[in-house]
């Protein structure tokens, strides 16, 4: 369903650079980030999903390959990107993190980087990006800034309505383009359960 409505959401304009965060730790961006990327892979788009999370990168573990080299390595100028992503399955690339660095806020605040993103951009249908909670880094704002739309992804058992009013307000004082919100674990009516319980895009204006 996320797939669908986001395919079709914007025929004309479609946007292409994509970053999913939340408002706090542990919702299920980067699950959904995943998910997301092998069901447009599915759908013959060539997909990208680029692990911005410096901080705590899971994106391997979650396609269970080595973060031997990653983003940062790109960024630096030290490899290139056809170097560094894998192809967990076919249609889909995935650019691991890298290595830690001392300062990801500066890292992914660059120059570079929106470079980096203009030129994935001509490259794929989609890039994913998985950024770090809204409420946890300031650099999570920048890049939704600079990317075609934002998914920000919430759990409805634990994520509080005015920790998410403050992420939309972060993302709106940036003019970020917010797309919608993905709702993890969340119990639908007897009748309009979906298959993997998420309810996607569901209206901001909260």
């Given at each position: 369903m996320l797939r669908t409505n986001l395919l079709y959401s914007r025929v004309d304009?479609?946007?292409?650079?994509?970053?999913?965060?939340?408002?706090?730790?542990?919702?299920?961006?980067?699950?959904?980030?995943?998910?997301?990327?092998?069901?447009?892979?599915?759908?013959?788009?060539?997909?990208?999903?680029?692990?911005?999370?410096?901080?705590?990168?899971?994106?391997?573990?979650?396609?269970?390959?080595?973060?031997?080299?990653?983003?940062?390595?790109?960024?630096?100028?030290?490899?290139?990107?056809?170097?560094?992503?894998?192809?967990?399955?076919?249609?889909?690339?995935?650019?691991?993190?890298?290595?830690?660095?001392?300062?990801?806020?500066?890292?992914?605040?660059?120059?570079?980087?929106?470079?980096?993103?203009?030129?994935?951009?001509?490259?794929?249908?989609?890039?994913l990006v998985d950024t770090p909670p809204v409420g946890y880094a300031a650099e999570s704002p920048a890049l939704a800034a600079i990317a075609d739309g934002v998914l920000l992804v919430l759990d409805s058992k634990h994520t509080r309505k005015g920790s998410l009013r403050q992420a939309l307000r972060r993302l709106d004082n940036v003019g970020a383009n917010v797309l919608g919100t993905v709702m993890n674990k969340y119990d639908a009516p007897r009748g309009r359960t979906t298959d993997d319980g998420y309810y996607p895009l569901v209206p901001t204006d909260y």
């Open positions: 304009t479609p946007p292409k650079v994509i970053v999913l965060t939340s408002a706090g730790r542990d919702e299920g961006k980067s699950i959904t980030t995943a998910n997301l990327g092998v069901t447009l892979a599915q759908a013959s788009k060539d997909t990208l999903i680029l692990d911005c999370d410096l901080r705590k990168p899971v994106q391997h573990k979650i396609f269970n390959t080595r973060n031997v080299g990653g983003l940062i390595d790109v960024l630096v100028g030290e490899r290139d990107p056809q170097e560094i992503w894998q192809e967990p399955i076919p249609a889909l690339k995935l650019m691991p993190a890298g290595a830690p660095p001392p300062n990801p806020a500066e890292m992914l605040t660059s120059r570079r980087l929106a470079e980096f993103l203009g030129h994935m951009r001509q490259t794929f249908d989609y890039v």
